[in-house]
């Protein structure tokens, strides 16, 4: 099959890559700055500007499936980004660009691929202590109106194209490059590990594995339409995870982050980490997926052996 993925270079495309690679597929990267990425066997990088099908819409024609992971990351490194008005217009952007220019090449294509697979984000509900499904409506947050109106709506037209589209809202990713737990390490390794802010935010999260498995599952199951939440079954406080965390590592976690020292030095950014929501991924089970990590001590011991 011809497998079309838009932000590729990240860590969720790189481990798709990395399974799809071994399956004699056809897989094509779109990269913005393609001279910078290594070429592996069966990838092949392709440039594209995200806005428009231009100088790379032929390879859509004929394409089976198309992954949308495109996206200015939230943040990066083990010090977030602060969230200024010229980055959150680049996280607007890439969203909204990345889906219209695979909508663009879509349209244009005589033979269309048969899915889609549109990565979003749980940030799209509100902040809660209440259990988020797929009904729920968007909160109001600056996060959440990205997803709802820049991100998932992007790609909404080909599904009057006829293409089946999937729509992934993934939970913070446990993985060791970057979401959550690096940062989390750093202070468990320098022993002042310890929740932040009251430490009862809600956190729903999933393995990389499992993300990975999701989405894969989710576009070969034709009884895949529409949205589902991608993160794991059971969602944990702040409180709970660096528990888990201190024990694993054998490190205490006597040592809190206060609220008012994260906001003063994050700012808006801070609201990743000190406010959350517990999200239901029954509608994902019932389709039949099953996760290889389900709690929270079991990712960590597979992602710290």
Known sequence: MRIIISGGTGVIGQALIAQLSTENHEIIVLSRN?????????????????????GWGEWMDGADIVIN?????????????????????????????????????????????????????????????KVMTEDDPPGDSFLARVVADYWESSTAPVEEMGVRRVVGRMGPLLNLDNGPLPSSLLQFKLFVGGRLGSGKQWMSWIHIDDA???????????????????????????????AALGSIMHRPTLIPVPEFA???????VSDLVLKGRPVSVDKLMALGFRFDFPTIESAL?????
């Open 34 to 54: 393609p001279a910078a990425q290594t070429s592996q066997p069966g990838v092949r990088i392709v440039g594209w500007g995200a806005k428009s099908a231009e």
């Open 212 to 242: 990975v498995n999701a989405i894969r599952y989710l576009v070969g199951n034709e009884a895949a339409r529409g949205v589902y939440n991608i993160a794991a079954p059971n969602p944990v406080t702040n409180a709970d995870y660096t």
């Open 262 to 268: 994260m906001r003063s030095v994050l700012g808006e």
């Open 69 to 129: 992971l495109a996206g200015q990351p939230l943040s990066s490194g083990l010090i977030p980004t602060p969230w200024t008005a010229d980055y959150k217009r680049k996280i607007e952007a890439s969203r909204l660009e990345a889906g219209q220019g695979l909508v663009s090449a879509i349209s244009a294509a005589a033979h269309k691929p048969s899915v889609l697979f549109q990565i979003s984000g749980i940030d799209y509900y509100p902040y809660s202590d």
């Open 301 to 305: 011991q597979d992602l710290l052996q």
